[in-house]
């Protein structure tokens, strides 16, 4: 018997705001671990395998909004199996994750083939532990890899996620958690990381990183929070409040209805380096594929953009034939100008100008 109550009006109520839910998969009954008071580094004993199997399945059919799953939280830190030290992995540790990271894995995807499935977040980025997770059996078995990519003294560590994705074989990131400690820096350092680290994900650099959560909005420490939380229980916000609103606010993503677009078809880029027209679905002799596979039309939509995660790069070049509107290197487009990329699979998105923070 599972006791879903607890989640049910939580769950429900963020899926009818809209709000895309990350399933973290963490924490063992006592009655499955085996050292009580660390439900959250070890594991459950083998013999309760099909209890846990028994869950997956029902969380997975329950609430089937939830396409994105987390299997542990530092797993290669203080989240770890390995007891013995206070935080950190060792080899038995790896390989009893990859264990059940598999069964997690295989289970969750015999109910939904579409669900994806990501390593644990990492304690920063640790290019060995995925190394060593690959040599395990079942250490294979994920979508997406989740990085916490902490840096007190700057923007989020991005170049280490890119390290890591570069090592495993994830075609998405996420950051499951980033966030600044407010006892090591200043409330206008935190709003300023913040900004910049915005800045660098919409810079298309880092389009495979589709999940960014920032860790806090309201912070039970009042160390990460961007609110301070009041006496009375009512929260004022920090300067990194408004960095966070303007993101959201300048970021919101129209669905296809809403960007009043031709229809769109497949097999409209074409490999090499020169800008080819093509005629197709769009707008007849508009529409251009160039060597990064990306093409553009001209016409009387708002600036679009269409893709499969997060932002695409746009080469600055790529005017040179007489292209009809000039594009800059990101996704600043003069208006009437579109961005599409070539995958069946692809969410068209429609962003302002503001979205990158400039």
Partial sequence: MFDWSPLDAKL???HRKNMEIVGLIIGTPQWAGSTPGLEHRILPGKSFENDYKEFLRKLAARYPYITKYE???EQNGCG???ISQSCGFSDASIEEYAYWLNATYATLKSVN??????VGG???ADVDFINALHTKNGGRSYDVVSVHPYNWTGKADLEGVARVKNASFAQEMW????GWDLTRITEDQQAEYLRETYKELTSGSYNYITVALLLSIVDYSEKLGIMNTNADGTFTPRPAYEVFTTFQQNCTIGDDGQTGLPPIVEGWIHPGIDI???SQNAQSNNVYSTHAGFVTYAGPAPPTVAEKGWMVQIESDVDRDNVPDYITRYTHLLSGSTILINDVHYIRRSF???CFMD
């Fill in 80 to 82: 770890s199996g390995e």
């Fill in 12 to 14: 429900d109520n963020a």
């Fill in 113 to 118: 083939p579409s669900l994806l499935i990501s």
């Fill in 352 to 354: 302002t100008p503001e």
């Fill in 175 to 178: 950051l499951t958690e980033f």
């Fill in 276 to 278: 080819e027209p093509n």
């Fill in 71 to 73: 299997f542990w939280n």
């Fill in 122 to 124: 990492l304690d920063g």
